[in-house]
């Protein structure tokens, strides 16, 4: 298998990628995506909230979490936002600092089969070591749309919230007004039209469809 094949060679399992980019364009969904395409369980660490107000309290909390991914692996443990945790941006006397080499320390140390998805919003908050070679496998860009994106975001939801499909003509200017948009705002658009045509009690004709 692969897995002996690296262990043969010396190479560590892969341990994670960072993703980083414009918000509401689909890191959350990537990291829903490796777990469901490698058939593992997923599960969420909110940097943010292992922050105690005592001391140490941050520190042991961290640990207590990153252990309870290594129980229950093989598993893809997913940081949304990881930049909201560690940004040093608290005051927080030296905790941030602590965490996040506690943090790296398990990234590179860590035996278990436990795949880390991190997604940030802002690269210019994330501590410079995370962001060294190394420390992830692979970082990523997300950035909105194009238009092939966008068309197929568009299809997908004007089939899921309207129920329709649409000719050419109208898709094409679709994909030029939404030109800018995350799939997040497509998407709240589309939804928006769906409430409205529910609380209106409208059906669309066929004429409308195109």
Known sequence: TKKAEM???G??????????GVPGCGK??????????????????DFATVQGQYVGQS???LKEALETAERVSPCVLWIDEIEKGLSGTKGDSGVTTRMIGQFLF??????????VVAT???????????????RFDEMFFVDLPNNNERKEIL??????YLNISINDTLMEKLITITEGFSGADIESSL?????SLVSDNINLTEKEKI
């Open 191 to 195: 939804r928006d039209i769906a409430y």
């Open 155 to 160: 299809s997908f939801y004007l089939a899921k």
């Open 11 to 20: 190479i560590k399992p892969p341990r994670g990628i960072l993703m980083v």
């Open 59 to 61: 520190e042991r909390q």
């Open 28 to 45: 959350s969904l990537a990291a829903k995506a490796v777990a469901a395409r490698w058939q593992l369980p997923l599960y969420l660490l």
């Open 7 to 9: 262990k043969k060679r």
């Open 106 to 115: 398990w990234l590179q140390e860590c035996k278990k089969e436990v795949f």
């Open 120 to 134: 940030a919003n802002d690269i210019n908050s994330l501590p410079p070591e995370l962001l060294r070679k190394g």
